[in-house]
């Protein structure tokens, strides 16, 4: 039974969307970041629960430095909670459960404890099969960025890419319009970037089409460090390249292996040309098709029966 933590307006359609798709008769309270968040005061007739927690701690805080945050343990540390007295009544909630699962998408490794999962948010396609290898180095776009101003690093990274195109000599398209004659016009290696805000959405299938056109997908940290295209939409046709973190996925990302990460902010291009480039016949079309394979497990049936499902009724 799904019980919202938020009685409310406001709670994410995505998790919501989710949870939608899990059948238990377990109590699974969702929480997610919610701009006057009200406690559901249906919860305390509870003392079991398992909590799906997705709540982000905006794009500049360190959780490596925090630790892990979880209602009912250590709330206070976390200066997103305070001045809204709701959010404190949901932690003691929390707090007095007598049993609890707890699954965190912003959980460290370090902090990954029976009863402690991660949770991330899932592929809602299904990937189509891969190219062949002829295919796959064939495809006219090196590396695609798509993004919205979450998060300053992405904004610094499609400038640095546009920096880069003189540094490196390929030519870059920021206009989803400009697309197709981009591609028919311009010589040489080629790079897209597109900024695309919240208040002017582009359906996802039409980014995926250009995704998979691309070798390279570029998912850069948000308002956390996970991204939804990080685990459900680059890798879902394409190499995701996504920052190196200290988080617990459902199902790992492991550089060099069905993934490209990078280390430090500044050194994206760099990083990329070097997969671009530098790497052995046949490596970077590997590590596509394994991204593509660990995509395919988030796909929203298969993360629910095989992931979520037996932590939720185990």
């Known amino acids: 039974m799904i019980i919202p933590s938020h ?20 109590i699974v309270v969702p929480v997610s970041r919610v701009e006057n968040f009200v406690f559901n005061t249906e919860l305390l ?4 629960a398992v909590i799906i927690d997705y709540i982000e701690y905006s794009w500049d805080w360190d959780l490596t430095k925090s630790g892990t945050h979880f209602f009912g343990k250590n709330t206070k540390l976390f200066p997103i909670f305070k001045g809204n007295d709701e959010w404190r009544k949901f932690d003691d909630w929390v707090g007095g459960l007598e049993k609890v699962t707890y699954l965190k998408r912003e ?7 029976p009863g402690i999962h991660p949770i991330d948010y899932p592929c ?8 062949t290898e002829e295919q796959f180095y064939n495809r006219p776009i090196n590396a695609f960025f798509f993004w919205g101003r ?5 904004v610094q990274l499609h400038g640095n890419i546009w920096r880069g195109a003189s540094e490196y000599g390929y030519s870059v398209c920021d206009n989803i319009h400009y697309i197709q004659a981009f591609l028919d016009e311009e010589k040489g290696d080629k790079w897209v970037t597109l900024n695309i805000p919240h208040y002017k959405r582009v359906d996802i299938s039409t ?3 250009i995704n998979g056109m691309s070798k390279i997908s570029i998912a850069m940290p948000g ?4 991204t939804f295209r990080g685990t459900g939409e680059s890798p879902t046709n394409s190499v995701v390249f996504m920052k190196e973190d200290e988080l617990a996925y459902s199902y790992p990302w492991d550089d060099f292996v069905n993934c490209l990460k990078f280390r430090t902010y500044g050194s994206e291009l760099a990083n990329i040309q070097f997969a671009l480039n530098g790497f052995d016949d046949g490596q970077l079309y590997q590590i596509y098709l394994n991204g593509v394979q660990n995509c395919r497990k988030y796909q929203i049936e298969n993360y629910v029966k095989d992931y979520l499902l037996p932590i939720i009724n185990g």
Do not use: F
């Open 45 to 48: 007739q509870y003392k079991e």
């Open 207 to 209: 980014i995926l089409t």
């Open 223 to 226: 308002a956390g460090m996970k």
């Open 7 to 26: 009685s409310g307006y406001g709670m994410d359609g995505s998790v919501m969307k989710i949870c939608a798709h899990i059948n238990t008769e377990k």
């Open 107 to 113: 959980l460290l490794k370090r902090d990954v404890a």
């Open 150 to 154: 979450s998060h300053e690093a992405r």
């Open 124 to 131: 809602w396609v299904i990937p189509p099969e891969p190219d």
